[in-house]
Nanobody, 123 residues
């Protein structure tokens, strides 16, 4: 079981990035997926989640209207499109696969975690 996050980098405030998470097929088709982030000195926090069939999505209030989570079933990937980035969005972003078919804001409901990808936002 593997989750491989990518797409992080340096972006100016107001810019966009798209993060991707490649998942092994066994845990992709049936599991809810989520993105979390952790900034230096802060707790890990929920960003977004998506259900196994893409029919249900959920976002942290801080990213609503700016971030979009989606699934690519052909490539077994989950994407996080991040627009209008702010300095407070800078963090290491982690993708995770839920123990259930539906995503959640509770990190404890996720069984598998990727290695993280760093997002840096310059002002």
């Amino acid at each position: 079981v593997q989750l491989q996050a990518s797409g992080g980098g340096l972006v100016q405030a107001g810019g966009s990035l798209r993060l991707s998470c490649a998942a092994s097929g066994r845990i992709f088709s049936n599991n809810g997926m989520g993105w979390f982030r952790q900034a230096p000195g802060k707790e890990r926090e929920f960003v977004a989640s998506i259900s196994y069939n893409g029919g249900r999505t959920s976002y942290a209030d801080s990213v609503k209207g700016r971030f979009t989570i989606s699934r690519d079933y052909a490539k077994n990937k989950v994407h996080l499109q991040m627009n209008s980035l702010k300095s407070e969005d800078a963090a290491v972003y982690y993708c995770a696969a839920s123990r259930t078919s539906y995503g959640s804001s509770d990190a404890g409901t996720y069984a598998y975690w990727g290695q993280g990808t760093l997002v840096t936002v310059s002002s």
